[in-house]
Every structure is written in structure tokens, then in C-alpha cells.
């Protein structure tokens, strides 16, 4: 589908295709120069072909998989790879997977900064983006116009307030978790205006402020990406749903932040990469993040967190101890799962979903 | 009497059940080694207890285990839960409780009314399991039984440094191979294990018991070592293999 | 605060060279002996007793230091002249964390960091550190609380990671210099953001420090600094001689002075001494081990508990390890140093590190040292816990044996956990290595 889909928006609108590797990354840059991202989040399931074993397997599997798949084939028609700086992983992946055999599409790179703000790291930004937007006119053999990249930040930001009000409003939302992830996940590699008619429509599904459609047990999730997604109809059938998002795919790039209006285009985008979430990616320190999330917990109501994170993601791994301290002197329980992208849960984890599920539920009881 | 309810625990290894009586008591109970056909299994069992018990046949059945949801019980629960109740029925009081199954461990964190506070499982692989015990029981070849008599009679620990079962396997055979005391190596191989249980119980409150459930539980030296390990006093539960079953029959009571 | 800094001043002064002298006396008897009859190395360096009294003191000081003079810890590749010309004492935590693994102290520091949630997966120098701070736990006896957490990304981000935690335990300040990772050259807005970084880094240091750089400071340690690179590279070049007059192991221990006391007079005048020692034993055709027949390559951190049963079983079958990725490292950065422009050339130098590199650039690298120590094959230790250093391993192993002929042996392991390593396996696989050559 999604191969049929890219074919499609090259023949029909021109547009070309770069393949996006894991996490942040200034997207409205690529819209305003007609690039359709399509991200490599995996995809699931044990990684197989000849490209399987060119990391040990103690790498992450989102990394290992997307070698294997890219070596398989699997981004054979796109027009050329984008790295953003997530992890010492993924900027590895930067000159492994050019090196695959007989491949020679352009890799381009962006670089977050780590840390936060910092005036310095303004500056930077500010240069990463000349740089990309240089190299994706060369790509395109456009150059960048001011006017759609405005065009480009405002179709964003009204993508992320549907997105935003989606996550937001997720207890007076009638949908399940399934169907509502796959709505947003599909935001990985739709254009986005097909991605926002998608949204709108799952936005009609809000109930009026105050009234609750949600009733099972409400749980904050954390993680990299959902996968396998079937977590969710997991979850659905004990009694549980997500009323709060964390996943560093999905609701750790919904900028909720006022973005200070600049006569420069370049400039507001060079501010919005400072507006996302805490990521720990990104490295804001722990205390910021830990008061996010506290946050994100208090106003969902959730009852119980769920740490659903990547086997061998140290960026992850270094916050569960932290996350673990500050939602136990709260007294909310936490659930530490971790995922190596399987196409099905085991029993095991299903298990654990499950115990903790009752755990809460027992609670809600007493 | 006869019973008025029943549990199930359909473990990896073992499938375990036990009837109650209208006291709470458990009038009958049955350990066996788990057959791959786990529904089968139950059916033939539980209609030899409850002929043993002249327990009628609508008396509700709650299950827990690997295989809950495949044995036509009325209620499934997870291991965690019933273990929890299981073990609040036997002590009535909080702690932590340790089980250390064929396959999985786990660690209950119990409030002083029996609820679930917290938990955690081992990783999918074996360490930290009773396969891990098993494995290298058998390189050792030493039985079962004499374990408690070796064990007690090792001078000193020889260290096992791995946590992984294949390499503690390779490890273990070359300390033999390096002429190391059999029971040092066994007293070695209970820490290595206990260290890697201990680690998943992560801190303990303070004060508070620890109780021991589970296969693993009935061996002596795996108690001391866990003792050991965590720093404090080991109480295993009666009937230690039989508490997620016991746990599954009071859902249902 | 003035008892504190007195007392701290007393040790630098006076207990520490007394005891160290004491100390060194003894040891350097021991040192006489000579080795053991059929071990398969050669003549134990003498330079190592001066080696352990120099990190002793180094210890030793920190144990005095904090309330006395502003205390930093810092990564290894952290561009700490800046410090050091404000008098912070720096604290290399991965230095300790390798100081325990050597112990075999990491299992145990390592569960108590686990028991507080954090998982095994991390890098074992974070699981040993974080251990070491909860438990207040170490082999130096004490070291000294940190005014500044100063942290560079050139090796790692895991260490961004691992020292947000330590600011959160601390709670005091972190300072982060972020270098870009280099693809192929080095930007020049990438070269600037460094450059911002290093001021931004001097302002805050000089608040803690409580007191204004001075610019001549400034480039008399870097010109230490990279004087102190250099003699580094000198000392590891002698291991281009045939034989090599030290062990590539050797190497992994006397690193020490580079990376905690780089930019100190200390650091220099012990390299000297060392260069001197490594040229008195190639001028006599003095090995590391008693007979070199096959030359390796090693890449990556070096198993540090392991380190004696390695070297030991190679030296046995006439291995020898002559040059190391690792050790390099430190040489390699000091070839771009400017002391004239202590900033801007920290800002090339500090980003120019091989972990920071694209794999390219590292496989142009391992292909040139393969050629100027004339190795013959390579280890590359695959580290579970050091994930830059091993994504592209299995790709360097089969260019390296494709385009430099250099024949590569991949090891799983871990540098400081000996749970994640198997002793035996890890042996056999190297033995069948060793009789490939044969
Ligand atoms: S899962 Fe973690 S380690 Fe893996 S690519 Fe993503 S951020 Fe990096
Ligand atoms: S061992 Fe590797 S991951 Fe760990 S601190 Fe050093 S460079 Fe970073």
C-alpha cells in the first residue's frame, strides 16, 4: 500500500520520496519543497535477508530492522535517505546503509542539537536547515520559496493541533486505540494534507468537552513507537486504553507550544525545533522531562504508567530509573515492558499487560 | 465435603490445582508435570479430584498460568494476581513475594491487605529461572535431592560469574574441568542465581516480609542463597508450588 | 572552606609526595624482580610503579578536594584545558568505572544501580558509576562530590544520557560541549557551534570557579595539552618497531595520565619518562613479549577484567597486540591542537575523535595503522556495551580483510561487565584465530 502510494504521488504530483530514518526532523522543510517523507520505524517483525546480521544483535531492533529491510529492497524506490541525528545508532546507520551494495542515493543529514536551548544551539539549528534546504533543492533542482515554506509551517501546526486535540481529548474520543494509531501512524508517510483530512475525520468522532466516552482503565504509555501495534486491541480486551501518549513516534512530536510569529519563515522553523516535547533524544534534562510527563499524567487521569521501550535504547533506558522514582512517589503504579519489535506480543508480555491491568483495576475497586 | 471451588495452574512445566472447601481449606490438590495438550490435560485431572472430593461438576473453575485462557475456567487471572492472593490467604499479610518458576520468575510487591502494589517478571530468557538451575544441575550431574546435603557441605562459594545460562553452562564445565569442588561450584551456581532474582526484586521497603513461592522454593539451598542475597529472612509459603493455583480457586469462591 | 582548602593543599604538598614516594620505594623493589621464569612477556616496565603512584596521588587529592577548589567530573574526550586553567579538579568517572572493572568490582556496582531501575542494557561504565555513587562504594576511597558535570559528545551521546542522571543525583550544573558527527569534513557552522559552545562553557565555568580566565593560562595548558598528546603518540609509535617494546595491554593502562591529567606538567614529564624507557628498550630489542611472531590490531575498549588472560594466552602464541584503536584515539586528537588558538583548535581537535567519525573515515584509520605498525590480522572486540564503537564492526571486519588484507577476528563481549562475557568461548575463538596464522 504504502509502496503503490509513493509510485502514485511521484507520478502525479512530481513529488519525490525520502526515506526518513528515526526521530525528529523539520518535516515542514520537506513539505514546502514537495518531498514526501516515508519513515523507516522498523518495520516489525525479526529482522531477515542478507542485511540481518550487519549489527549484532545487541543493537536496537528499530535500527537493525531498517537495515535489514533497506538491504532487502524495501526503500528501493525512494530518491534518497534523510538521517537525523537521533541516537549514536541511528547516525551509524548514516554511513552503513549508503555503503549497502550498489547503493548510491544521496544520504542527507540533520543534525539536532542536544541539550535544550541554548543560544548556541539557536545558531546551529539555524545553519542544519540552510544546509538541508540546500541539499533537498538539489535533490529537487527547486530552491526553497519563503512563501511555501509559510504555506508548509502553517499546515503543520494545523496538523498538530488535530493531532494535539486527538491525544488531548482521548477520553471523550469514540475510537479504539487501534484505530486511532493507525490513524496517526499513517502520518508517517502520507502527504500531509491527506494526512489532515484523515485527522479531521477522526476529529468529528470528539464528543463535547465534559462528556467521558472512555470508561476502561486509562494508562500512560512511554516508549519509542508502538509496536507491535496490536498492544493496543491487547490492551482493549483487559479493560485498559491509552489516554495519554508519550511515544517518541507519536506524541513526543506534537508541538503543543505557541510558536512566536517571525517575518522569516526559516526562522519560526528554526524555534519550532525547540518546541517539541522532551525527548531524551533531544537530552533536555531529566527534571524537564520528568514535570512533562508528570503533566501529561495528572491532566489524562491516567492510573498507571507503562514504559514500552525498545530493547538496548540506552536514550530511553537511562529515564526509566528516574520515571520509575517520580511516578512511585506518587503512587502511581509503573509497568516496564521491553519490545524488540516482534510482529506479535509473546505470552509473556501479555501476561504482564495483563497482571497490571488487574493490578489497577483492583485499585480503582478499593 | 465437598468442594466449592476450584483452581487451576496451568504452568509451563507443571500443571497444578487444588479444590476448596467452603472454609477456605484445600480439601484436595494435585502437581503434575504440564502435557503439551493443556486442555486435555485439565479435563482428565480435574474429573479425577473432583470424583476424589465428590465435587460437583458446576463448581466454578478460575485458572491462572501460561495456559489460563485454554482450559475452559470461568475466570482467567494472571500468575501475579492469584499469587498474590494465594499467598495473603496463607499468611494474611503484605511483603514481597519471590516465585521462582520452571520459566519465569517474579516478584509481587504486596500491601499489607494482599493487593498487587507492584511487580516485575524475568526477561524471556531463562536466567534467573529454575532453568537455570535445572541446566546446570544436570552438567553438574548432580541429583535433586542431594543438592541441600552438597550444598551444606561446600567450604567456600566458587563464583559463577555469568547470569546467562549458556555461558554459565561453559563456565561451570571448565571450573570441573579446572578440578573446582563440585559443591562449591553448586553453592556458586544458587548465589549466581539468587543475585540475578535479587536484582529483579529490585529496593525492598523496609521492614516488611519475604516470602518464597514457587518450585524452586522446595530447595533449601535456593532459599539460604536468596536469603543471602536480599539480606533478609526467607519464609517459604506452604505447599509452595501450589499458591497461584490456590489464588486462582478464591477468585471464583 | 579554609580548613578544607588547607587541608587539600597539605595533601597536594606535602602527604601526597611523601606517601607516594613511600610507596613507589617499595614498589619499585618489586619492580627489580624481573618476570617470572616462562612467562611469556618481556621484562615487566619499569615505568608502571611511577605510573600507579601518579594515579594514586591523582585519587588521593580527590579525596581532599571538594570544598577546597571547584571540583568537576568530566568525560573522557571533554575538552577539559578550559577547566584546568580555572583550577577545577576534574574527576574522570569512566577512568574509575575501568579502575573497578579491572577489580571485577562491577557486578556488584552494577546491581545496586539496577536495583534502582536501571537496566543492564546500559553502558557498563555508567552501571558501574551510578553503583559506585549509591552505594558509595570505590577503590579510591572517596571521590569528591562535583561542583560541575561537564560532558562532551564526541564519544558517545550515551555519556549526555548517563551524566543528565548524574545532574539529577548531584543536582548541580551540566555543562554539555555537543559535537556534530563528522561526515566526511567537518562543517564549518558545525566548527562554530563548538566554538559557541566553549564560550558559553568558559562563562559558567568561570561563575563556578568563581574567578575570570586568564589567556595566558588558557594557552599554557593547552600548549601542555598538546604537547602531552603528542609525546602520547610518540610512546605508542615505538610499537611500529619489530618487536614492539610494549603490548598494545600495556598501552590500555597508561592511558590514564592522558585522559585525567592531560594539560598538567605531571602528565608530560611522566610520558617522558615512559618515551624514554619504550626507546632504551627498542634500542636492545626489548619486547613486550618474549617472542613476537604475529602482530594484531585491536579495536574498541579492552575487556578490562580480562586483560591479564588475554594478553597472557596471545603472548603465549606469540601475539602480540601493537596498536589499539583506543589508545590512538588520544594521540590522533593532538595532531590538530593549536596552542596559539586554544579555543578554535579545541573546537577541530575535540570534534575530529573517532568515535565521532562516519566509518570511512574510521576504516581509512585502521587501514593506515594497519600499515604503520605492520600488523597482521585484528581483534575487534564487538562491546555490548559500547554501541558507536560497534555499529560498522561487521562491516570494518570484511572491508579491512577486502581492501587492507588485514584478516579480522570479531569478539562479543562486554569491557566491564564479566557476566555478558563468556571466558570460554571467548578463548576458543581467539585460539582458533591464532592457529588460522599458523
Ligand atoms: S530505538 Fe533508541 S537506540 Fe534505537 S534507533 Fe531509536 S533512539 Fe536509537
Ligand atoms: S564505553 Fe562507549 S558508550 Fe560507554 S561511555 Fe565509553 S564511549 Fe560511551
Not at chain 3, 218 to 235: D, F, K, M, N, P
Request: hydrophobic share 40%; with cysteine.
Amino acid at each position: 500500500m504504502r509502496a503503490e502510494y509513493m509510485r502514485e504521488q511521484k507520478r502525479s504530483h512530481g513529488r519525490k520520496v525520502l526515506a526518513v530514518l528515526p526521530i525528529q526532523y523539520p518535516k515542514e522543510l520537506l513539505t514546502a519543497m514537495n518531498v514526501l517523507s516515508m519513515e523507516l520505524w522498523g518495520p516489525p517483525g525479526a529482522p531477515r535477508g542478507p542485511g540481518a546480521s550487519r549489527l549484532q544483535a545487541y543493537v536496537c531492533s528499530v535500527a537493525r530492522n531498517a537495515v535489514a529491510f533497506v538491504q532487502a529492497g524495501g526503500a528501493a524506490e525512494v530518491d534518497a535517505f534523510l538521517y537525523p541525528h537521533a541516537c549514536d545508532s541511528i547516525q551509524g546507520l548514516a554511513t552503513l546503509i549508503p555503503d549497502l551494495g550498489g547503493e548510491d542515493k544521496p544520504a542527507l543529514h540533520y543534525l539536532n542539537p542536544k541539550g535544550g536551548y541554548r543560544p548556541s544551539s539557536r545558531r546551529f539549528v539555524a545553519g542544519e536547515l540552510r544546509r538541508l534546504a540546500a541539499d533537498l533543492a538539489e535533490l529537487t533542482g527547486e530552491p526553497l520559496s519563503a512563501d511555501r515554506l509559510s504555506w508548509a509551517l502553517d499546515l503543520h501546526r494545523e496538523i498538530d493541533r488535530l493531532r494535539a486535540r486527538l491525544l488531548d481529548g482521548r477520553a471523550r474520543l469514540d475510537m479504539t486505540d487501534s484505530d486511532l494509531y493507525a490513524v496517526l501512524r499513517r502520518g508517517e508517510w502520507l502527504w500531509p494534507e491527506d494526512h489532515l483530512a484523515e485527522l479531521k475525520l477522526a476529529a468529528s468522532r470528539l464528543a463535547p468537552m465534559g462528556e467521558v466516552v472512555q470508561r476502561g482503565v486509562g494508562l500512560l504509555l512511554s516508549g519509542i513507537v508502538p509496536e507491535p501495534m496490536s498492544i493496543f486491541d491487547e490492551l482493549s480486551s483487559m479493560g485498559a486504553y491509552v489516554a495519554a501518549d508519550d511515544y517518541a513516534a507519536v506524541g513526543r512530536r506534537v508541538v503543543r507550544k505557541q510558536l512566536l510569529a517571525s517575518e522569516d519563515p526559516m526562522d519560526t522553523l528554526a524555534w519550532l525545533m525547540f518546541a517539541y516535547p522532551p525527548c531524551p533524544t533531544r537530552s533536555t534534562s531529566l527534571g524537564q522531562r520528568m514535570d512533562y510527563l508528570d503533566r501529561l499524567a495528572t491532566r489524562s487521569s491516567a492510573e498507571g504508567v507503562i514504559i514500552h521501550t525498545v530493547k538496548f535504547c540506552e536514550p530511553e533506558l537511562f529515564d526509566v530509573a528516574g520515571i520509575k522514582e517520580r511516578f512511585g512517589a506518587r503512587g502511581l503504579p509503573v509497568l516496564f515492558l521491553e519490545s524488540e519489535l516482534e510482529a506479535e506480543l509473546s505470552g509473556q508480555t501479555i501476561t504482564r499487560l495483563e497482571a497490571f491491568v488487574e493490578l489497577l483495576t483492583q485499585r480503582r475497586k478499593s | 465435603m465437598s468442594g466449592v471451588a476450584i483452581g487451576v495452574d496451568a504452568g509451563s512445566t507443571t500443571w497444578k490445582a487444588v479444590i476448596l472447601d467452603d472454609q477456605g481449606q484445600v480439601l484436595a490438590s494435585r502437581v503434575a508435570p504440564a502435557e503439551p495438550l493443556v486442555d486435555q490435560q485439565t479435563r482428565v485431572e480435574l474429573a479425577r479430584l473432583r470424583e476424589r472430593t465428590s465435587t460437583s461438576s458446576d463448581v466454578p473453575v478460575g485458572a491462572t498460568g501460561y495456559g489460563r485462557k485454554r482450559v475452559g475456567a470461568q475466570r482467567a487471572i494472571t500468575e501475579i494476581t492469584c499469587h498474590a492472593r494465594g499467598a495473603f490467604h496463607i499468611t494474611g499479610a503484605g511483603g514481597v513475594l519471590v516465585d521462582v518458576g520452571g520459566q519465569d520468575s517474579k516478584i509481587i510487591h504486596m500491601g499489607p491487605d494482599g493487593s498487587v502494589l507492584d511487580f516485575a517478571m524475568n526477561d524471556k530468557c531463562a536466567a534467573g529461572t529454575g532453568r537455570f538451575l535445572e541446566v546446570l544441575l544436570g552438567r553438574l550431574q548432580v541429583a535433586w535431592e542431594d543438592v541441600p546435603a552438597l550444598v551444606a557441605s561446600a567450604r567456600s562459594a566458587v563464583s559463577v560469574s555469568s547470569t546467562c545460562t549458556v555461558f554459565a553452562e561453559s563456565e561451570v564445565i571448565s571450573l570441573v574441568a579446572e578440578g573446582e569442588p563440585v559443591e562449591g561450584i553448586l553453592k556458586g551456581v544458587h548465589q549466581s542465581l539468587a543475585s540475578r532474582v535479587a536484582g529483579l526484586a529490585g529496593l525492598l521497603p523496609p521492614g516488611g516480609a519475604v516470602y518464597m513461592s514457587g518450585g524452586v522454593a522446595l530447595g533449601r539451598a535456593m532459599v539460604d542463597a536468596l536469603a543471602a542475597a536480599l539480606g533478609r529472612p526467607v519464609t517459604v509459603l506452604a505447599e509452595p508450588q501450589l499458591v497461584g493455583a490456590l489464588g486462582a480457586a478464591l477468585s471464583v469462591r | 572552606m579554609i580548613t578544607r582548602r588547607l587541608q587539600y593543599e597539605l595533601v597536594k604538598r606535602l602527604a601526597a609526595p611523601l606517601l607516594v614516594q613511600l610507596q613507589g620505594a617499595s614498589k619499585r623493589l618489586k619492580g627489580r624482580q624481573g618476570p617470572r621464569p616462562g612467562s611469556p612477556f618481556g621484562p615487566p616496565l619499569k615505568s608502571v610503579a611511577l605510573l600507579k603512584d601518579l594515579m594514586t596521588r591523582h585519587y588521593l587529592e580527590g579525596r581532599y578536594a571538594d570544598g577546597a577548589v571547584p571540583v568537576a567530573w568530566v568525560t573522557s574526550g571533554f575538552p577539559v584545558e578550559i577547566l584546568r586553567a580555572l583550577g577545577f579538579f576534574s574527576i574522570y568517572p569512566e577512568n574509575h568505572a575501568a579502575l573497578c572493572g579491572v577489580q571485577r568490582l562491577t557486578p556488584e556496582l552494577s546491581d545496586a544501580a539496577e536495583r534502582v531501575g536501571h537496566s543492564r542494557s546500559l553502558c557498563s561504565y555508567a552501571r558501574t558509576d551510578m553503583g559506585a555513587v549509591l552505594l558509595e562504594k570505590t577503590p579510591v576511597g572517596r571521590l569528591p562530590r562535583p561542583d560541575l558535570l561537564a560532558c562532551c559528545t564526541n564519544i558517545c551521546q550515551t555519556v549526555l544520557y548517563w551524566y543528565r542522571c548524574l545532574a539529577d543525583h548531584f543536582k548541580v550544573p551540566l555543562v554539555l560541549i555537543d559535537t556534530p558527527f563528522v561526515y566526511g569534513e567537518s562543517q564549518e557552522h558545525h566548527q562554530q557551534y563548538v566554538r559557541d559552545q566553549l564560550e558559553e562553557l568558559l562563562s559558567v565555568a568561570e561563575r563556578i570557579g568563581g574567578r575570570r580566565h586568564s589567556s595566558e593560562e588558557l594557552v599554557r595548558v593547552a600548549r601542555l595539552s598538546h604537547e602531552g598528546t603528542l609525546l602520547w603518540g610518540e610512546c605508542l609509535a615505538e610499537s611500529t618497531n619489530r618487536p614492539a617494546p610494549w603490548t598494545g595491554f600495556d598501552g590500555f593502562f597508561h592511558i590514564a595520565p592522558i585522559v585525567t591529567l592531560r594539560g598538567s606538567e605531571e602528565c608530560n614529564a611522566y610520558y617522558r619518562h615512559l618515551l624514554d624507557e619504550l626507546r632504551h628498550r627498542v634500542r636492545h630489542g626489548v619486547g613486550g613479549i618474549k617472542e613476537e611472531r604475529y602482530r594484531l590490531m585491536w579495536d574498541n575498549l579492552p575487556i578490562w577484567y580480562n586483560v591479564r588472560d588475554m594478553s597472557t594466552l596471545l603472548a603465549e602464541n606469540r601475539f602480540n597486540i601493537v596498536v589499539t584503536t583506543y589508545t590512538n584515539a588520544w594521540a590522533e586528537a593532538g595532531k590538530r591542537m593549536d596552542p596559539t588558538d586554544p579555543v578554535g583548535s579545541a573546537a577541530r581537535s575535540y570534534t575530529h575523535i573517532i568515535l565521532n567519525e562516519d566509518l570511512d573515515r574510521r576504516l581509512e584509520l585502521m587501514t593506515r595503522l594497519a600499515r604503520e605498525y605492520h600488523v597482521d590480522g585484528a581483534l575487534l572486540h564487538s562491546d555490548r556495551s559500547c554501541k558507536p564503537y560497534s555499529i560498522g564492526q561487521v562491516d570494518l571486519k570484511d572491508r579491512l580483510a577486502r581492501e587492507a588484507q588485514v584478516r579480522a577476528l570479531l569478539l562479543e563481549a562486554d569491557h566491564n561487565d564479566p557476566r555478558a562475557y563468556s571466558t570460554e568461548q571467548g578463548n576458543t575463538r581467539l585460539q582458533a584465530f591464532m592457529e588460522s596464522f599458523a
